[in-house]
């Protein structure tokens, strides 16, 4: 009898929830990317400018590690996942605090620094996101 030779499975069609979390996170990096050569220019041609330039430091660290993980996003490793939650929520803790220190603590100001975050990693967090990022 001839042996039976398994073939190695298709992989499955990514979710709408990890579909829309890779949507916002590319946008993420895209307006990052913006941010970040603004500010930087800004930072650039004035002096004296050291918080500012912290801060401008960070979010292309930020935006350099979104990019990253938006470019191994069909890897499906759950490192990704995790990376990519991990990212969102020091991103989102770190809006929090820039917003608290300058003392506008105001839904207008915070909602959008808090809103992209959490557009990644609620729907990360689902349970079809889970078995797509279990490779």
């Known amino acids: 009898m001839a042996d039976v030779i398994q073939a190695e499975r298709m992989p499955a069609a990514m979710p709408a929830t990890v579909r829309a979390a890779r949507f916002v996170l590319t946008l993420q990096v895209a307006f990052g990317i913006v941010g970040v050569a ?3 220019a800004i930072v650039f041609a004035s002096v004296g400018a050291a918080p500012i330039l912290l801060m401008v430091l960070f979010q292309a ?3 350099a590690l979104q990019g990253w993980l938006v470019s191994r996003w069909p890897s499906r490793r759950r490192l990704v996942r995790w990376g990519a939650v991990a990212v969102e929520v020091v991103s989102a803790g770190a809006a929090l605090a820039i917003v608290a220190i300058d003392g506008d603590l105001r839904w207008a ?13 609620i729907p990360l967090l689902t349970p079809p996101a889970g078995r797509w990022f279990d490779r």
Not at 109 to 121: E, S
């Open 109 to 121: 100001a915070l909602l959008p620094r808090v809103l992209f975050p959490l557009a990644v990693v």
């Open 61 to 63: 660290a930020i935006t």
């Open 38 to 40: 603004f500010v930087g």
